[in-house]
Nanobody, 114 residues
Framework: QVQFVESGGGLVQPGGSLRLSCVASTSIFRFYSMGWYRQAPGKQRELVAG???????NYADSVKGRFTVSRDNAKNTVYLQMNSLKPEESAVYYCNAQPPQWRWGQGTQVTVSS
């Protein structure tokens, strides 16, 4: 079982940026495709961005060109750089395998508001 600790969320104004981090509890994660997901109140959890073990990336259409996912396998960490944030992107952001395989962490809250 792999556990995740997400961090880096906070309150940001529309158009602002945040960098999220997700640390995995074991290096086994380096063999898996990883994803960043988000869940807003009353909505289903959705995939935002993913990265394979080899570094290939995929993005939801709504975030293409604004979000960048990366990973540092030596640090058991996946990152999500988010630019030009919009109010409708306020949500709790989580990481997990892509597709999800392990228990969800607590996530990190992102609030985009003026």
């Amino acid at each position: 079982q792999v556990q995740f600790v997400e961090s880096g969320g906070g309150l940001v104004q529309p158009g602002g940026s945040l960098r999220l981090s997700c640390v995995a509890s074991t290096s086994i994660f380096r063999f898996y495709s990883m994803g960043w997901y988000r869940q807003a109140p009353g909505k289903q959890r959705e995939l935002v961005a993913g990265i394979t073990s080899g570094g290939s990336t995929n993005y939801a259409d709504s975030v293409k060109g604004r979000f960048t996912v990366s990973r540092d396998n030596a640090k058991n960490t996946v990152y999500l750089q988010m630019n030009s944030l919009k109010p409708e992107e306020s949500a709790v952001y989580y990481c997990n395998a892509q597709p999800p395989q392990w228990r969800w962490g607590q996530g990190t809250q992102v609030t985009v508001s003026s």
